[in-house]
């Protein structure tokens, strides 16, 4: 293997696949990424054996071939070469051997035949989506996936497809059983997914690197993976093992108490408010009352704050405790100038609307006062 590449182009792929590397693993191949050099392309690999990248890149070649490297130890390298230089690799014997500029690294290899394959699913039940409606329905849904092991089915998003009047509608929905995302998105084809769930480290990762990709990527579906696919690039995931909850029995139907507020005000008054409070579980109540909010907060040690805000309440006075944090992750998914509350009562789950966005939902627990 002797192949000549851009540093910047090699780093950008080093970046993506050695993500999911995990260095503390048992087996030690998988500490490594695979790279194989043929007909001036350059293939790079890793796994975790959940997930596996694999990845291209354009390179001059001379010699074919194939090794395994340690990744954290490569992907350093690369990235503290001089910019805009051009990285030279050879593999010699058991050795990869790396030139750049006045720099020479002569890395340990394991021979690539013990690396884990990467196998392709059949693209029977395939569908395209672009990059941005794939940010835009992780983004909308992610926040509120839950960090329990103990609640695995809970550690993902929950991909699925539904019909409404004909029309298929894919639709994303994440919840910690705390609070609650939902969004959807129109399909012009009709693919059927009954139901999968997305693991949480695979929409971190897609997070980090579909900032790097335009255009289309291919969903393939499977009972037990994903692979999603764009150019050069290709990721698979074993899906989560579980059964969601069944999230519409959680959306309220009769919550008739309507407030509607702008959204900036109110979110910046909240962080205002809660900075007083720097709980584990940071809560902070919020008093409905003739179109206004009081947003009162208190901490272990006394300290208090409070703020009104403006807002458009006509209904019976009604006073929530909420956690702080799970009102302001709303803040990055709000798109519009305000929001809609739809309330009930003290211990009921409210629902919060964006005008701009008719597509999601989201729901909000409170806590017991």
């Not at 998003?157 to 004909?166: A, L, N, V």
């Amino acid at each position: 293997m002797d192949f000549r590449v851009s540093r910047e182009a090699l780093l950008r792929v080093l970046t993506h696949v050695s993500s999911i590397v995990d260095s503390r693993s048992t087996i030690p191949i998988l500490s490594n990424i695979y790279i194989k050099c043929e007909n001036s392309q350059i293939e790079i690999r890793s796994t975790d054996m959940d997930i596996s990248i694999r990845e291209f890149v354009s390179a001059d070649s001379t010699k074919n071939g194939e090794a395994t490297v340690n990744s954290r130890i490569l992907t350093d390298i690369i990235r503290k070469t001089k910019k805009n230089s051009i990285i030279k690799c050879k593999f010699e014997g058991s050795r990869l051997i790396i030139n750049s500029d006045n720099s020479v690294f002569e890395l340990n290899a394991l021979s690539a035949d013990e690396f884990p394959k990467f196998i392709t699913l059949d693209p029977s039940n395939a569908f395209e989506l672009s990059i941005q409606q794939v940010k835009r329905l992780f983004n909308k849904t992610k926040f509120a996936i839950s960090a329990e092991e103990t609640r695995y089915y809970l550690n993902g998003i929950y991909f699925h497809t539904i019909d409404s009047g004909g029309n298929t509608i894919l639709r994303c929905v994440a919840t910690d059983g705390h609070r609650l995302a939902k969004t959807e998105l129109d399909l012009s084809n009709n693919v059927n997914i009954p139901g999968i769930i997305l693991p949480r480290k695979l929409i971190l990762q897609l997070d980090r690197i579909l900032g790097d990709f335009e255009g289309k990527i291919k969903f393939i579906c499977s009972e037990s993976q994903v692979s999603l696919e764009a150019d050069n690039f290709i990721i698979i995931s074993k899906l989560i093992d579980g059964t969601f909850p069944d999230y519409e029995k959680v959306i309220p139907v009769s919550n008739d108490k309507l407030l509607q507020v702008e959204a900036e005000p109110f979110f910046n008054a909240i962080d205002r408010v809660s900075t007083v409070n720097q709980d584990k579980a940071p809560t902070v109540k919020l008093l409905f009352d003739n179109n206004n909010i009081k947003i009162m907060a208190t901490s272990t040690d006394s300290n208090k704050g409070d703020e009104e805000v403006a807002a458009s309440y006509a209904a019976e006075s009604l006073e929530i405790l909420f956690n702080s944090k799970y009102i302001l992750d709303l803040q990055d998914v709000v798109e519009g100038e305000t929001m809609i509350l739809e309330l009930l009562n003290q211990s009921s789950p409210v629902i919060v609307k964006d005008p701009k966005d008719t597509t999601s939902l989201y729901i909000l627990m409170p806590m017991r006062i």
